[in-house]
C-alpha cells in the first residue's frame, strides 16, 4: 500500500508555481504602477510650472501671457519630456486650462496640466497584461515674492 501516494504531489507543484509567480508579477507590477502615478504627477507638475512661467514681463502687475502661449508652453514642455525618454501618451493633451483661482482676484490664476503615462508589464504580461496606465494632474500659478498663503 505504500506506493498509491507516490507522485500524488507532482500535479500541485505547477499550480503552486504558478500561483506563486502572479503574486509576483502583481507585487512587481503594482510597484511599477504606483511609480508610473508618481512619475505622471511630477510631469504634469512640471508642465503646469512652464506654463506658469509664461508671464507677461511688459506689465506692472504679475500677469499671465494670452492663454495660446500658456499652452504653447506646458505642450512645448510635454514634447520636450518625450523626446528626452518620458512615457507620456499624447504631448499635445498635457494643457487643460487657465483658471482664476478667486472671482475678485484675476490675477490669482492657475495653470492646470494632465499626463497620461503608460509603461510595460513585466510579470503581468504572463496573463496577457502588456501595458500600464497612470495619470497625474499638476497646478501651478505665477508668483511674485511670497504672500500670506504660502508662508502657512
Same mark, same amino acid.
Given at each position: 500500500m505504500r506506493g498509491r501516494d507516490d507522485g500524488s504531489i507532482a500535479p500541485a507543484v505547477p499550480i503552486v508555481a504558478l500561483v506563486l509567480l502572479l503574486?509576483?508579477?502583481?507585487?512587481?507590477?503594482?510597484?511599477?504602477?504606483?511609480?508610473?502615478?508618481?512619475?505622471?504627477?511630477?510631469?504634469a507638475e512640471e508642465a503646469a510650472r512652464a506654463g506658469a512661467a509664461a508671464v507677461d514681463l511688459d506689465e506692472q502687475e504679475l500677469r499671465l501671457l494670452p492663454e495660446a502661449a500658456v499652452r504653447a508652453r506646458v505642450e512645448g514642455y510635454c514634447r520636450d519630456a518625450v523626446?528626452?525618454?518620458?512615457?507620456?501618451?499624447?504631448?499635445?493633451?498635457?494643457?487643460?486650462? *487657465?483658471?482664476? +483661482?478667486?472671482a475678485t482676484d484675476g490675477r490669482r $490664476? =492657475?495653470? &492646470?496640466?494632465? *499626463?497620461?503615462? +503608460?509603461?510595460?508589464?513585466?510579470?503581468?504580461? $504572463? =496573463?496577457? &497584461?502588456?501595458?500600464?496606465?497612470?495619470?497625474?494632474?499638476?497646478?501651478?500659478?505665477?508668483?511674485?515674492?511670497?504672500?500670506e498663503e504660502d508662508a502657512q
Open positions: 503574486l509576483a508579477g502583481l507585487v512587481v507590477d503594482a510597484s511599477r504602477q504606483l511609480t508610473a502615478r508618481a512619475r505622471a504627477v511630477a510631469y523626446t528626452a525618454g518620458a512615457p507620456i501618451v499624447d504631448p499635445g493633451a498635457c494643457f487643460r486650462g *487657465v483658471r482664476a +483661482v478667486s $490664476l =492657475v495653470v &492646470v496640466a494632465h *499626463v497620461d503615462v +503608460v509603461v510595460p508589464a513585466s510579470l503581468l504580461g $504572463l =496573463v496577457g &497584461v502588456r501595458e500600464l496606465r497612470a495619470s497625474g494632474d499638476g497646478r501651478a500659478r505665477p508668483f511674485e515674492g511670497l504672500d
